[in-house]
T-cell receptor, first 116, second 115 residues
């Protein structure tokens, strides 16, 4: 069965600190996709990244970076030099072939609070 | 810009009074989803459409219905809202939902209050 665990409920940092969000997943499929979404206070879920199970390359996009490790079933997300605008809830999600509709299994989300 | 638009952003209804939330998209995606999100929780899928084919989640209450008159529009109808239905309702779209891994694009949501 699919499962996504985001063990950190809330992380508080001071601006310019780095923050790492953990995501651990479970799936029996060999083909699957992992996602990160950002949900600011306005409510819209904003797509950040998609990674498939065959691509373990880490990725960097500006201040954002992702570390995908199949050996530990983790897909962690780091924000470098955090800013107040990074304050949001971040969701990790998994999609595999268990459901042909590509349904998402979301983690519980991690609230990031960045103070000036 | 192509996008997913939800109206209204805030909706207040009375206990038991039917309410309709709307979603439109300019992405020309063939899959549209409706999610319910309660405070401090992850979004919960209610149902989705693949073109005109409706797919209900097993645990979605009968009180929730949906219509998709064309590719661009999808509606969520709550026939008799209860206090427990107060939540954020999110609409999302994607291409070819039968393939895992399709990115879902979300609207800004409608926050529903039930008095």
């Amino acid at each position: 069965a699919q499962k996504v665990t985001q063990a950190q409920t809330e992380i508080s940092v001071v601006e310019k600190e780095d923050v790492t969000l953990d995501c651990v997943y479970e799936t029996r499929d060999t083909t699957y996709y992992l996602f990160w979404y950002k949900q600011p206070p306005s409510g819209e879920l904003v797509f950040l990244i998609r990674r498939n199970s065959f691509d373990e390359q880490n990725e960097i996009s500006g201040r954002y970076s992702w570390n995908f490790q199949k050996s530990t079933s983790s897909f962690n997300f780091t924000i470098t030099a955090s800013q107040v605008v990074d304050s949001a809830v971040y969701f990790c999600a998994l999609s595999d072939t268990t459901d042909s509709w590509g349904k998402f299994q979301f983690g519980a989300g991690t609230q990031v609070v960045v103070t000036p | 810009d192509a996008m997913v638009i939800q109206n209204p952003r805030y909706q207040v209804t009375q206990f038991g009074k039917p309410v309709t939330l709307s979603c439109s998209q300019t992405l020309n995606h063939n899959v549209m989803y409706w999610y319910q999100q309660k405070s401090s929780q992850a979004p919960k899928l209610l149902f989705h459409y693949y073109d005109k084919d409706f797919n209900n989640e097993a645990d979605t209450p009968d009180n929730f219905q949906s219509r998709r008159p064309n590719t661009s529009f999808c509606f969520l109808d709550i026939r008799s809202p209860g206090l427990g239905d107060a939540a954020m309702y999110l609409c999302a779209t994607s291409t070819k939902g039968w393939l895992a891994g399709n990115i879902q694009y979300f609207g800004a949501g409608t926050r529903l209050s039930v008095l």
